[in-house]
């Protein structure tokens, strides 16, 4: 059980919310065949709001659970292959955001890491990963399709 605080935004940054909450994480490492599962329960404040400006809505407080499942299956060589599935739903928002689909959506991405544990200054890059994502991100009405290159960071 934990705390939740973020910042989410779309990738255009038309819309950005805070938002808080709980969440519920079960692993077991021993299993790799099974999912870890995250259960979430959230609060979200839009900050930027394109499409409820375009709608004359206000950018009112409304909640979100959500539902995700993640592989982290190691291969040879420091490599790793990370699955996830996830299902959010959003409630308390303006029947318009409801009706353009902004109140529920799936997404699923896999990824492939390579292990890098490699010190720059302060920072340690912890991985390397390429991958495909393809779903809904609560900040959005439609389904997207993305490439994602990226590192790992952390500090030490």
């Known amino acids: 059980m934990g705390a939740r605080l973020g ?9 950005q919310a805070v938002m808080g909450g709980a969440e519920l994480r079960w692993t077991d490492p021993r299993r790799a065949l ?34 995700r499942g993640y592989w982290m299956v190691p291969l040879p060589g420091r490599f790793r292959v990370e699955l996830e599935g996830a299902y959010f ?6 029947e318009a955001l409801e009706a353009a689909g902004w109140d529920r959506g799936p997404y699923a991405s896999v990824e492939l890491a390579r292990g890098m544990d490699r010190a720059v ?11 495909y994502a393809r779903g809904q991100r ?3 009405a439609d389904t997207r399709k993305a490439w994602l290159v990226g590192v790992t960071l952390e500090g030490r």
Do not use: I, K, M, W
């Not at 910042?7 to 819309?15: A, C, I, L, Q, V």
């Not at 200054?121 to 991958?131: D, H, P």
């Open 7 to 15: 910042y989410e935004t779309s990738t255009d940054f038309g819309e």
């Open 121 to 131: 200054g302060r920072l340690v890059v912890e991985s390397l990963f390429v991958g």
């Open 138 to 140: 609560p900040t959005g």
């Open 89 to 94: 739903r959003a409630f308390g928002l303006d």
């Open 34 to 67: 099974l999912p870890s599962v995250v259960l979430t329960g959230e609060v979200v404040q839009p900050t930027v709001s394109d499409a409820r400006e375009a709608l004359g809505l206000d950018r009112g407080v409304h909640g979100r659970l959500g539902v």
